[in-house]
């Protein structure tokens, strides 16, 4: 059975710092695309960075670019999202995700077939 599982969300006051991990079991995802996304309450769930898991190649969302840095760990089977200068706007459960998509064109959520349960992370003083 293959399992996405997030951990490492919490509260945290704006311009603190996150780092988020998606633990993967059942398989290895060569070929694919691995990626965080996010989901605030009343709204879509959206494209937060994505990672090439064979070359590294990453890609973000503008608004996140210079803060976040995504990475993963071929040999431990695992992928991060570490966050920095966290905005309350940040606030969001956020997502792991397996797309068998390249990585650079893997940004919308239908891209994706298998997902995290999400962790929550709240930016706020």
């Known amino acids: 059975q293959v399992q996405l599982v997030e951990s490492g969300g919490g509260l945290v006051q704006p311009g603190g710092s996150l780092r988020l991990s998606c633990a993967i079991s059942?398989?290895?995802?060569?070929?694919?695309?691995l990626a965080w996304f996010r989901q605030a309450p009343g709204q879509e769930r959206i494209f937060v960075a994505t990672?090439?898991?064979?070359?590294?190649?990453?890609y973000y969302l503008d608004a996140v670019k210079g803060r976040f840095t995504i990475s993963r760990d071929t040999a431990k089977n695992a992928v991060y999202l570490q966050m920095t200068s966290l905005k309350p706007e940040d606030t969001a459960t956020y997502y792991c995700?397996?797309?068998?998509?390249?990585?650079?064109?893997?940004?919308?959520?239908?891209?994706?077939?298998?997902w995290g349960q999400g962790t929550q992370v709240t930016v706020s003083s």
């Open positions: 995700a397996a797309s068998p998509f390249a990585a650079l064109v893997a940004k919308m959520p239908g891209h994706y077939d298998f």
């Open positions: 059942g398989r290895t995802f060569e070929n694919h695309a």
């Open positions: 990672i090439s898991w064979n070359d590294g190649d990453t």
